[in-house]
């Protein structure tokens, strides 16, 4: 089955510093990549669709200037929160677009970022 | 707008059946999905449906009305690790995913 990964899949930072979260197709060309947040027993929500070789779109909300993203790749996205605060803490999950029969999203296994 | 509900928490006893209910209004519709998540993992995939009526996969089964904007999952033969969240989500008519809040499920010995 399709694979995706995360890197790394949990980090603590300091306030104010920059975090880089990889997400990687492993075994199929991703042009769609998915960044979701889910915080403790909430669902997850939709930061922004990532697509290769163009500008991500983001979810109404969310700033995307402080959550940069690139898709320079058909299997890499990052998704790099810059200037964290402690809010920003959460379990940060990509998804990236599998088979079009199944309209099927595989998810990475997700990163849990804490920030002190 | 865009709504899914489905029940909060729900408890079961190993070796039972149990049916999660979802209903939803979104705009436009691609399918239906169900996931499942253990707590501090993500979520993954069960059951996809985009036709009325069900769908059996082993001990899961997924049921889909569209015309009442209504999905069950079935659960058989339950097991101490079926114990997590089962999230169902919807596929919109931008192919974007709208997410239920989820439902715990407990299983007791």
């Known amino acids: 089955g399709a694979v995706v990964s995360q890197h790394p899949s949990w980090v603590i930072c300091k306030s104010g510093t920059s975090v880089k979260i990889e997400c990687r197709s492993l075994d199929f060309q991703a042009t769609t990549m998915f960044w979701y947040r889910q915080f403790p027993k909430q669902s997850l929500m939709l930061m922004a669709t990532?697509?290769?070789?163009?500008?991500?779109?983001?979810e109404q909300g969310v700033e995307k200037d402080k959550f940069l993203i690139n898709h320079a790749s058909l299997t890499l996205s990052t998704l790099t929160v810059t200037s964290a605060h402690p809010e920003d803490s959460s379990f940060y999950i990509c998804?990236?677009?599998?088979?079009?029969?199944?309209?099927?999203?595989?998810f990475g296994p997700g990163t849990r970022l804490t920030v002190t | 707008g865009q709504n899914i509900d489905q029940p909060t928490e729900m408890t079961a006893t190993e070796g039972a059946i149990v049916q999660i209910n979802c209903t939803y209004q979104t705009s436009g519709f691609n399918g239906l999905f169900w996931y499942q998540q253990h707590a501090g993992e993500a979520p993954t995939f069960l059951s996809y449906n985009v036709l009325d009526g069900l769908e059996e996969k082993g001990r899961f089964s997924s049921f889909l009305s569209r015309s009442k904007g209504y999905s069950y999952l079935l659960l058989k033969e339950l097991q101490m690790k079926d114990s997590a969240s089962y999230l169902c989500?919807?596929?919109?008519?931008?192919?974007?995913?709208?997410w239920g809040a989820g439902t715990k499920l407990i299983i007791k010995p």
């Open positions: 998804s990236a677009e599998g088979k079009r029969e199944l309209n099927e999203q595989y």
């Open positions: 989500a919807t596929m919109d008519s931008n192919y974007q995913l709208i």
């Open positions: 990532s697509n290769e070789g163009s500008k991500a779109t983001y």
